[in-house]
């Protein structure tokens, strides 16, 4: 299986503030990730695809980046709403969601 | 308006059998890939299980396999769970898989499934 290692588990941030989650995946998928946002109680929303595409409607202060094994989404400037959980997940063997990453208010 | 609307989550009990569905609308089915994807309580995403569009391929995580059998018909996407234990309880959604991009780009509300005596 391909194992994925999304770090931090929680970061405490402030509005405007530029956030950054990493994802390592055990074996190379090209650029077969993307990034999901969770809100409690909501279903995930699809940020980025194929690493970098951003999914229309997403703002542009999400941008994503990386291939092979190492993958980044930014934020650019933190806004209140993007306070949630994010997922990174692989799609080039089987499936497989990362850990996740809570960004908080500082 | 594009709509996944899953149902068939209930309170079970352990060593029993449920069957999800997944009503789809707004698009044309037959175009996509569909995936299960669970949620504990408190926990991350886990993936599930895949089906192609055609249905010809099928691809399940390794905690379920050989319990849950995935399945299409029509517009509606089904999970059968079999032999259901106490961590199989989540929130299960569906999720829409656009083909070659492999995103999973809509998703449905999620439905409960409690496995419990």
């Known amino acids: 299986d391909n194992q994925m290692t999304q770090s931090p588990s929680s970061l405490s941030a402030s509005v405007g503030d530029r956030v950054s989650i990493t994802c390592r995946t055990s074996q190379s998928i090209g650029t077969y990730l993307s990034w999901y946002q969770q809100k409690p109680g909501k279903a995930p929303k699809l940020l980025i695809y194929?690493?970098?595409s951003l999914q229309s409607g997403v703002p542009s202060r999400f941008s994503g980046s990386g291939s092979g094994t190492d993958f980044t989404l930014t934020i650019s400037s933190l806004q209140p709403e993007d306070f949630a959980t994010y997922y990174c997940?692989?799609?080039?063997?089987?499936?497989?969601f990362g850990q996740g990453t809570k960004v908080e208010v500082k | 308006e594009v709509q996944l609307v899953e149902s068939g989550g209930d309170l079970v009990q352990p060593g029993g059998s449920l069957r999800l569905s997944c009503a789809v609308s707004?698009?044309?089915?037959?175009?996509?890939?569909f995936n299960w994807v669970r949620q504990a309580p408190g926990k991350g995403l886990e993936w599930v299980s895949y089906?192609?569009?055609?249905?010809?391929t099928i691809y399940y995580a390794d905690s379920v396999k050989g319990r849950f059998t995935i399945s299409r018909d029509k517009d509606s996407l089904y999970l059968q769970m079999n032999s259901l234990r106490a961590d199989d309880t989540a929130v299960y959604y569906c999720?829409?898989?656009?083909?070659?991009?492999?995103?999973?780009?809509?998703w449905g509300q999620g439905t409960l499934v409690t496995v419990s005596s």
């Open positions: 089906i192609s569009s055609r249905g010809s």
């Open positions: 999720a829409r898989e656009a083909p070659a991009v492999t995103r999973f780009d809509q």
């Open positions: 707004g698009f044309t089915f037959s175009d996509y890939e």
């Open positions: 194929s690493a970098s």
């Open positions: 997940q692989q799609s080039y063997t089987t499936r497989t």
